[in-house]
């Protein structure tokens, strides 16, 4: 091992006491490092700026919907003279989409860029956060006081203090007055339209959504009808949620695709007709059929007219009339019709249909079905988007069902099994099934670029007209 | 710095900041509808306290260029610098959100990382590597000044080989190229005055050959060249056998000149040993600074940018 005989003072006479007055490599490097880098940066920005790209500057990618615009700044973040701050504006938004207002009693209407936000990478702008449904819906407010909702005015989200759905918590049952038993038509069947034959109904023999063109098992073949029909009758009024809904909602029940072939409208006791009264008609216009039917059938049998009761059919222990009746033709046919109008009313028509008599008329009125095609007025539901369950895993109370007044309609804790809050799950924000903006009131957008001024840009976008009220 | 119970204010404090700016991140999303995003007055808050933060670590810089102002003790301002400095990764991260955004905000994002990472990287060789450096190189010098020293090592080893073997015949260290540090003005020792000295001691050429040979073969290589690791004399254990060998073979009365070489080799040992070390506990330096200049301008032009747009 060396011996050091080296002093402190001897190693400190070494050194140059003017040394940090010169410059060292490794303080040479720092610096040109720390100078070399920071140009790098600068000129990078430059070079963009230059270049008028900010899409460097962009907080994050556009969504998908506005992915053609996304080195078009200008086209929402609109520059005002005098004004630093050029953030994009409602009427940016509304240069290309009406914003129909959510309700007319609504304390205030947030920013549009407040519930779609931007910048978020490649989602869906209409996936909006619950906190901004929640702002007002978890402590409604209203103007002047005044609620439609008597019942949700917490909520907090689909899984958090929201209510049950209004059709099961009125507790006022089915508003149809179409008598069905669900029990008795899911049971084995022991005769089917063809004779007798053991047959199994299944759902959607009768439940399908006008979009499903498949034949129907016991119905007539879809006519295109049901569209038409769920579109002007069922629902009088566009649906706001949903604008094409042929996949979404069951088609309404239709007598002639779903009953008829069980069910026949027979009226003649001695079946001297092979067709049933037609369906869908007042008692009124049924009378008049069955006039004409018995009036064209006694002219072309006028013996039928001598009519000899049978003493073994008299039950009513009644005095019976004389062995043979001649009657004129208007008394046959009236005495025909008082017969066939008798088992329509008592057992026919009233199997399914509400009859009532009012005091002095003649002909009973009929209450008319009231079948709702839409549960959930307030929001929107999709069967199509589940169509890979049994119907039976939601409409558990089907099977049982004995009662027209019955609501067949699950509850939200069914829907809560699948959509949940979490990751795996389905999707239970309140955008789901809700809409904030009513699409019903939307008004017609304008359009004012061309494609190639959006794929290029353009030098300066028009000036954003003010936004109109009740928008948003 | 080594970092001590004069840390803990610094430290317990940056750590309540930082569960406080974790619950709040955690509440704040329940207001805004938009959840957490760096455009909403929470989210801007954060952003506005990170570059704060920053701007006070990056400011450790001038208080260095000027000392003599009275901005503070340097050990306060270095103390600052490491705490505040790391709080600003989570207030910058609960700013984005946790997301990285567009191209600028993703450089800066990736600057902030290797700020922080490379600073927490310098804190722990600070913090271990100067007592290391006290235990393993006892005759430490002022780093600028290792080529300088060793010059002078070169020319004092010169000096005693030619006091007892007279002139070396090679080049005088006073012809080379001097080092940047130049030699010291107290230190005296003309350059070439070793390569050119008389003897003190007549020795014979054959008492001194040994000697001569060993310092011109393989020491005086190794001191003009000290880089090359692989050489013997750069590895004690080997060294300490060489000069047992040495020994044996020269005269009694030069044994004080064997040791006097052994004693250069060893301190030349340790100026390789400081100069390694010192690349350890500075290098990280040519990282961290220039990145965080590069950091607080594009910083500040997002500023701009994201308050406008």
Redesign the interface.
């Known amino acids: 091992m060396a011996r050091f005989t080296r002093t402190t003072k001897k190693l400190a006479q070494r050194i140059d006491l003017q040394y940090f007055k010169r410059s060292s490599p490794f303080r040479r490097w720092r610096f040109l490092l720390s100078v070399g880098l920071t140009a790098l940066a600068v000129v990078w920005l430059a070079w963009q700026t230059l270049a008028r790209n900010n899409r460097a500057y962009s907080s994050g990618q556009m969504a998908t919907a506005h992915s053609l615009l996304a080195t078009q700044c200008a086209a929402c973040h609109v520059s005002r003279t005098g004004v630093f701050r050029e953030h994009a504006t409602n009427q940016a938004c509304l240069e290309c989409h009406d914003g129909p207002l959510h309700h007319a009693n609504q304390v205030f209407a947030p920013d549009c860029a407040s519930c779609h936000v931007e910048h978020r990478g490649p989602v869906r702008l209409a996936a909006t956060s619950d906190t901004n449904c929640t702002q007002c819906h978890g402590s409604l407010q209203a103007k002047g006081g005044s609620f439609s909702f008597a019942v949700d005015r917490n909520i907090e989200g689909f899984h958090s203090r929201h209510p049950e759905f209004a059709a099961l918590r009125s507790g006022k049952g089915d508003s149809g007055t179409i008598r069905l038993n669900h029990s008795v038509h899911l049971r084995k069947l022991r005769v089917s339209p063809n004779g007798p034959e053991e047959i199994q109904l299944d759902c959607d023999d009768c439940h399908r959504t006008p979009g499903d063109k498949r034949p129907w098992r016991f119905g007539e073949t879809s006519s295109g009808r049901d569209e038409a029909q769920l579109r002007t009758t069922a629902m009088e009024k566009p649906d706001p949620l949903r604008p094409n809904p042929t996949r979404a909602y069951m088609a309404p029940i239709n007598y002639s695709k779903h009953c008829a072939a069980c069910h026949l409208l027979q009226f003649d006791t001695k079946k001297r007709f092979t067709e049933g009264v037609p369906h869908g008609k007042q008692p009124r216009e049924i009378h008049e059929f069955l006039m004409n039917k018995y009036q064209g059938h006694i002219a072309n049998h006028p013996a039928d007219l001598r009519t000899i009761p049978m003493p073994d059919q008299n039950l009513t222990g009644k005095p019976a009339s004389p062995l043979a009746q001649n009657l004129s033709p208007p008394q046959w046919v009236d005495e025909q019709v008082a017969e066939a109008e008798k088992i329509l009313w008592r057992k026919t028509c009233n199997q399914c249909h509400t009859l009532s008599f009012p005091k002095g008329a003649s002909l009973p009125e009929v209450a008319p079905p009231n079948i709702p095609v839409k549960w959930m007025l307030h929001a929107a539901f999709d069967h199509n988007a589940h169509r890979m369950m049994t119907c039976t895993s939601c409409h558990a109370g089907a099977t049982t069902s004995q009662l027209t007044s019955d609501v067949l309609l699950p509850g939200i804790q069914n829907c809560r099994q699948c959509h949940r809050p979490v990751l795996d799950a389905a999707e239970s924000r309140c955008f789901e099934c809700h809409t904030y903006h009513d699409w019903s009131k939307e008004k017609p957008v304008k359009g004012r670029f061309t494609s190639q001024e959006l794929l290029h840009g353009i030098a300066t976008f028009p000036q954003p007209r003010d936004a109109e009220p009740g928008q948003r | 710095m080594l970092i001590d119970e004069t840390h803990k204010k610094w430290r317990d404090f940056s750590l309540v900041f930082l569960l406080v700016a974790t619950a709040f991140y955690c509440w704040y ?7 957490r ?3 909403s007055a929470v989210g801007i808050a954060f952003g506005i306290i990170g570059s704060a933060f920053m701007v006070f670590a990056g400011l450790l810089g001038a208080r260095k260029k000027f000392p003599v102002w009275r901005l503070g003790p340097a050990q306060t301002w270095m103390r600052g610098h490491l705490w505040l400095g790391l709080l600003s990764l989570p207030l910058i991260l609960f700013h984005g959100a946790f ?1 990285f ?5 993703t450089v800066l994002m990736v600057l902030l990382v290797i700020v922080i990472v490379s600073g927490v990287f310098g804190a722990v060789l600070q913090h271990y590597m100067p007592r290391m450096m006290t235990r393993e190189v ?2 430490e ?5 290792i080529d ?2 060793r010059a ?1 090592l070169l020319e004092e080893a010169d000096k005693s080989v030619a006091a007892v073997c007279g002139p070396l015949g090679v080049m005088a260290v006073g012809s080379r190229k001097l080092p ?8 005296g020792a003309t350059p070439a005055a070793a390569a050119a000295a008389t003897p003190a001691l007549a020795l014979t050429e054959e008492d001194s050959a040994p000697l001569r040979s060993f310092y011109l073969r393989q020491m005086r290589p190794h001191l003009e060249k000290p880089g090359a690791g692989d050489h013997p004399l750069a590895d004690p254990g080997k060294a ?1 056998g060489i000069f047992e060998e040495l020994r044996k073979r020269v005269p009694p009365m030069v044994q004080e000149t064997v ?2 070489l ?2 250069i ?3 030349e040992r340790q100026l390789r040993r400081q100069a390694r070390l010192h690349h350890w506990l ?1 290098g990280w ?2 990282l961290h ?3 965080s ?2 950091l607080l ?2 910083g500040a ?2 500023a701009y ?5």
Do not use: W
């Not at chain 2, 940018?305 to 747009?309: C, Q």
């Open positions: 999303p329940m207001r805004p509808p938009q959840g995003n760096g455009g997301r955004g567009g191209t600028l905000t006892p005759l010098t002022i780093f600028e000044q300088s020293v002078q940047a540090g130049g030699y010291s003005e107290r230190g300490s040791e006097d052994e004693d080799c060893e301190e500075h330096l040519l600074i220039p990145v200049l590069a301008v594009l032009v997002h940018k994201a308050l406008r747009f």
